[in-house]
């Protein structure tokens, strides 16, 4: 009998589902809240609110898609951690409700091991052991991966993720939000040696990005003049908005040149250190375009395996919850409608 998963993700302002049937993706539609682009960020109260409005047509649209009932459903997947707390409330009470509906199994899943396996919904898929470079808004991680159920963080941010650090650089030249996404469609139009900024100097695997925000600011504060606080630079703000005008190409290309830099600089350390050259990129951020050319560049001259999911996995969606559940069903990883959600990963 075909095993068929009903997934639902809504860790922040996307509300999405998917329907798996035996590892294959039949459907992913994904509800996107624009409300949140006027405050600059996602305020956590609107986007829980969002969820509620669209979760019941965006589930019935994934089960049409799939040509699917709930009767056929085997088992229901939902976003367990990290992400806002409302929104997750929103997404479990809405699959714990499902579930003892349907009397089906209910499997919690974590959405940044879900973002690692996105690697595996279509082919070609790496083989195990690989390291995945997860890279997100909240969440920088170089994970190994030695099965679809037994993941090993074993490089992360101490501060900042980078993610983080492209909407903050975006910010800060008073780009809208999303900012990242606009980073990266200037920089293709830029010199990244343009400019320099400051490579953190961390020993191990880990990452660290809040210098480089900060080395960023000076820089736009000072009008390009210098990397660091000093008081006898006095720039005006009309002289610093000339500034990011006459260079905001340059300026993109060459903090999206460091950002980039850091990260694979990081995975490089890490090939050396497990041997494992089976490398997969995943996240939000995995969808800017220079850190796809970067990292498959990084690919072929090494004679190391790369992959990289299709833009429509790399963002927020319920593929990947899907793709997980059904993995997690396999091993019988079921949990009870006591489960709780966590705003931090577990």
């Not at 963080?153 to 939000?177: H, N, Q, R, V």
């Not at 000076?218 to 000093?230: M, P």
């Not at 600089?265 to 090939?271: F, G, I």
Request: charged share 15%.
């Amino acid at each position: 009998m075909p095993i068929s998963i009903l997934a639902i993700e809504s860790s922040c302002d996307e509300t999405a589902a998917a329907v798996c049937i035996d590892g294959k993706i039949r459907s992913n539609e994904i509800a996107t809240q624009q409300i949140h682009e006027q405050f600059g960020g996602v305020v956590p109260e609107l986007a829980s609110r969002a969820h509620i409005q669209n979760i019941v047509p965006i589930v019935d649209a994934a089960m049409k898609k799939a040509n699917c009932t709930l009767q056929h459903i085997d088992a229901i997947a939902f976003t367990q951690a990290p992400g806002l707390i409302g929104s997750l409330l929103v997404g479990s009470q809405f699959a714990k409700s499902l579930a003892l509906a349907l009397d089906k199994p209910l499997i919690a899943v974590h959405h940044m091991q879900a973002h690692v396996l996105a690697n595996l919904i279509l082919e070609p898929k790496p083989s195990f052991p690989f390291l995945c470079l997860t890279v997100s808004g909240g969440h920088t991680q170089i994970v190994l991966c030695k099965s679809p159920t037994n993941q090993q963080i074993i490089g992360k941010t101490i501060d900042d993720a980078a993610g983080e650090a492209f909407d903050k650089s975006a910010k800060l030249m008073g780009l809208p939000y999303p900012g990242g996404p606009l980073i990266d469609k200037y920089a293709a139009q830029g010199n990244p040696n343009r400019f320099k900024f400051p490579e953190p100097q961390i020993a191990d695997l880990n990452f660290s990005f809040s210098g480089l925000k900060t080395s960023i600011l000076y820089f736009l504060n000072n009008a390009g003049t210098s990397n660091v606080f000093k008081e006898e630079f006095k720039v005006t703000q009309d002289e610093k908005q000339q500034f990011i005008a006459e260079n905001l190409a340059d300026i993109c290309a060459s903090i999206q040149d460091r950002i980039v830099s850091i990260l694979l600089n990081k995975l490089k350390k890490a090939v050396k250190q497990t041997g494992v050259t089976q490398l997969c990129l995943a996240g939000g951020v995995s969808a800017n375009s220079g850190l796809r050319k970067a990292f498959e560049e990084l690919g072929k001259k090494n004679n190391w395996a790369t992959f990289i999911p299709p833009f429509e996995y790399c963002t927020d969606n319920a593929a990947m919850i899907a793709i997980t559940g059904y993995y997690k069903y396999l091993q019988n990883d079921f949990v009870g409608l006591g489960t709780s959600v966590n705003a931090r990963s577990l």
